[in-house]
């Protein structure tokens, strides 16, 4: 069996497991709002769980999203119910292009976007009335390597009140099986500007079905062979930009100012991230902290698949989370 067809199978499985889990989420859906980005002037939709106690959150977590899915997600859901049973708010913001938020259905103008819209997004959650003493991002896939790079400067900019990321999967390279020959890579660049919300069956196939809370799926996701501008993106971050910014001596993820507390987390048998390209990501995380004499990163291994949070293992995925923010909420300042 091909890599493909194994995503199309798993992808099938999940279909089935999710469509049991849509009848009883472990969380009840959040409350909608819309937040307005300084930088870009875009407007991003998001959904927020608050706990239900009249003092504020002991932590706000911020979850960053993968590309094509947004708020209205299972693994959202799980991750809400463990956050609301430890007291802790959960924000989630749909990046451009998602959700609800403004742009293209699924299409991305660029990973730095998604990054400076982000930035501005926790600068106006974490200086809200009623904001937590502390912050911690939680990243999946793409959502996991945005966290990354925005971690060192939070640190930078916040100290001790930002707890650090749980990077879920993160989008730090790509299977060799997944990547096309040079000559469709080019093309593929080319067309992503002519026709940048264009779909083809050369770029990944998304199908919500498995992770989707809203029934009938996609709700607030996409559906579809990813546009083509998306497929660019991702693929220059996972086959250029991750690997350059982890080479030695001095990668951007390597630098002492970049460093943060960080947890990687990875599903046993993720088809789409390899086991290398994430050693390589923990080891340049490493040397920067070991710069900076910052704790160094932990690298663990939870639930399955690329994304742990879904399917039946998905709420102690979610719980072993939670349990990794916790430890990071006690390392010393």
């Known amino acids: 069996m091909s890599r493909a067809e194994a995503i199309a199978a798993f992808q099938a499985h999940a279909a089935q497991q999710a469509s049991a889990a849509r009848k009883n989420p472990a969380a009840p859906p959040g409350i909608r709002s819309c937040f307005r980005c300084r930088s870009s002037g875009r407007q991003l939709s998001d959904e927020t769980w608050s706990p239900d106690a009249p003092s504020p959150p002991t932590i706000d977590v911020i979850y960053l999203h993968g590309a094509c899915e947004s708020a209205d997600s299972l693994p959202v859901r799980n991750l809400a ?3 609301l049973k430890r007291g802790w708010r959960l924000r989630v913001p749909e990046h451009h292009g998602h959700g609800e938020s403004d742009g293209a259905a699924g299409v991305l103008i660029s990973f730095d976007d998604v990054v400076t819209d982000a930035a501005d997004y926790i600068d106006g959650a974490i200086q809200d009335e009623g904001a937590a003493k502390h912050f911690v991002l939680v990243g999946h896939s793409m959502g996991a390597t945005a966290a ?18 749980v990077m879920i999967a993160p989008a730090v390279g790509a299977d060799a099986d997944m990547i096309p020959n040079i000559f469709v890579l080019q093309a593929l660049r080319v067309a992503s500007w002519i026709v940048p919300s264009l779909s083809l069956s050369a770029t990944p196939f998304e199908e919500p079905a498995g992770y989707c809370a809203s029934d009938p799926p996609p709700g607030r996701n996409f559906r579809g062979h990813w546009p083509l501008r998306t497929a660019r993106v991702l693929l220059d971050l996972t086959i250029r930009r991750v690997p350059d910014d982890c080479a030695k001596p001095d990668g951007f993820f390597r630098r002492a100012k970049e460093a943060f507390p960080a947890v990687v987390a990875k599903g046993r048998g993720d088809a789409m991230v390899p086991d290398e390209a994430v050693a390589d990501f923990v080891d340049a995380l490493s040397a920067a902290c070991a710069s900076a004499k910052v704790t160094m990163p932990r690298s663990l291994e939870i639930g399955s698949g690329h994304q ?10 979610a719980e072993r989370v939670a349990a990794e923010v916790s430890q990071l909420a006690l390392l010393p300042s």
């Open 308 to 317: 742990p949070l879904m399917g039946p293992g998905g709420l102690a995925a």
């Open 148 to 165: 990354a790079y925005l971690g060192g400067k939070l640190r930078q900019q916040h100290g001790s009140r930002f707890l650090g990321a």
């Open 81 to 83: 119910s463990v956050a």
